[in-house]
């Protein structure tokens, strides 16, 4: 691992040599033979700058290298230190200040912190390239742009758009990009959880609060502290915790239940719904002043079938994962079977279009996937019923139970559609409790 040292003084340069040995120095004395260095060596993870650099001013130095190489941490030095200069160098990006005559000892424990810190940097910025936007279209370059936007402050976030369409990947795109995103988002999926439990899983509890309180729990908003708390589906909240959210919202101030203590959190709240919560609202369903309270930010996230020259992109991205990860040999698509599956109205969306992929990497037979293939296991899809051959599951003789399995599999991913995605109202039609239909999703294999 190298480090830079940009100094004008040869005996800075071969003390730091001396000090730091168990890392390679590379010395450079102006801003040409810092930019030198730089194109020479790849592995420069760390940058000791002079802020004072015979002609030249290292706040330049600084400024360039975190422009063009974000990743090096930048340590600035000065004898003429002034709590001016130390401000712009942290403005401009340095991780640290050290004054001369330079303390080793400082010296080699701002080393070690900016090493770390630069480490931790790397992997947020692989997680920000793994929930990157993949398409070409005029949305999603508005929509990279509204995601900076919101990253750079900490008003509230409201996600909108039908299920299926990526609103949780934003919600993480934002979050990466945050000053939070050193610290892990939690995600609360508001559907997913009974009502009774709610307001436990959400603020905690003390042990003795209730019947099952055996031991005491800290809740999602106290989790959340310091960092991005993510309301999945909030427009399936119920009123009677809409409420408290909003006095969390308001003052920051909670309490967890069968417990007196006030408590604080501060954390980024992003939320998503695929309602209209401007309809919940008039219905009595949704409290306006939490809905101005949640959307200082809106992002609407559009359909897969109103930016459709994403999709042929979105379809070779997911089949290069799984080419990448799968096992099954590398597999690529016709143009022919990319057009047509730049046609189909996937109503699922995003999540849909990588259902399908999933099946085409599986049950394509060749390397190349065909558009017969691609109509085969589409029409499976859709219908529900047939295979992926487009042959009735009732005319095709197979093994009782699985035939069961996967009647009940294609059953609730249709009940799930015909829905929009939503889990609560499908749970509600079919009967059973939202999470024992999460439950059975698991079990079925079906994604959420």
Do not use: W
Not at 14 to 35: E, H, N, P, W
Not at 106 to 130: C, P
Not at 372 to 383: D, K, P, Q
């Amino acid at each position: 691992m190298r480090i830079l040292v940009v100094d004008d003084s040869d005996d800075i340069i071969r003390s730091f040599r001396k000090v730091l040995d168990s890392y390679t120095i590379v010395g450079a004395k102006s801003m040409r033979q810092a930019k030198e260095a730089f194109e020479r060596f790849e592995d420069i993870y760390i940058a000791i700058i002079d802020v004072r650099l015979g002609e030249e001013n290292g706040l330049d130095v600084l400024d360039h290298i975190k422009r063009k190489y974000p990743l090096t941490e930048c340590i600035m030095i000065s004898g003429y230190s002034t709590v001016d200069k130390a401000v712009k160098a942290i403005k401009k990006g340095a991780f640290d200040f050290l004054e001369k005559p330079i303390s080793f000892q400082k010296l080699v424990v701002a080393v070690k912190n900016a090493l770390e810190h630069r480490n931790y940097s790397k992997i947020i910025e692989d997680m920000r390239d793994s929930y990157r936007l993949v398409g070409k279209s005029p949305f999603l370059k508005d929509l990279e742009s509204m995601i900076e936007k919101a990253a750079s402050t900490d008003f509230p976030v409201l996600i909108t758009g039908e299920s299926g369409t990526g609103k949780e990947h934003v919600a993480h795109l934002i979050h990466l990009k945050s000053r939070h995103s050193y610290n892990e988002m939690v995600t609360v999926n508001c559907a997913s959880i009974p009502e009774n439990l709610l307001e436990s899983e959400l603020f905690g509890h003390v042990k003795g609060a209730f019947t099952d309180a055996l031991r005491e729990r800290v809740g999602y908003i106290e989790r959340a502290n310091d960092s991005t708390l993510f309301l999945d589906e909030i427009g399936e909240m119920p009123l009677s915790q809409q409420v408290k959210l909003l006095r969390v919202l308001e003052n920051g101030e909670f309490s967890r239940v069968g417990d007196e203590k006030m408590r604080r959190s501060d954390f980024r709240l992003i939320s998503a719904t695929n309602r209209n919560l401007e309809e919940s609202i008039e219905r009595g369903s949704f409290r306006e002043d939490l809905y101005y309270r949640i959307s200082a930010i809106r992002i609407d996230v559009k359909p897969l079938r109103e930016r459709r020259e994403d999709i042929p992109i979105l379809a070779r991205y997911f089949l290069k994962k799984l080419n990448l990860e799968g096992g099954m040999g590398e597999k690529s698509f016709s143009e022919a079977a990319l057009e047509y599956i730049r046609k189909l109205h996937f109503r699922g969306n995003v999540r849909e279009l990588k259902n399908l992929v999933s099946r085409l990497y599986v049950l394509a037979e060749g390397e190349v996937i065909t558009e017969r293939e691609v109509s085969a296991i589409y029409t499976t899809e859709s219908r529900g019923v047939k295979d992926q051959y487009g042959e009735s599951i009732f005319r095709k003789t197979m093994k009782y139970g699985d035939a069961k399995r996967e009647l009940e599999r294609r059953y609730i991913i249709e009940q799930l559609e015909l829905h929009g995605g939503n889990i609560s109202r499908t749970a509600i039609a079919l009967g059973m409790l939202p999470n024992n239909l999460v439950r059975k999703m698991k079990n079925l294999a079906i994604e959420t």
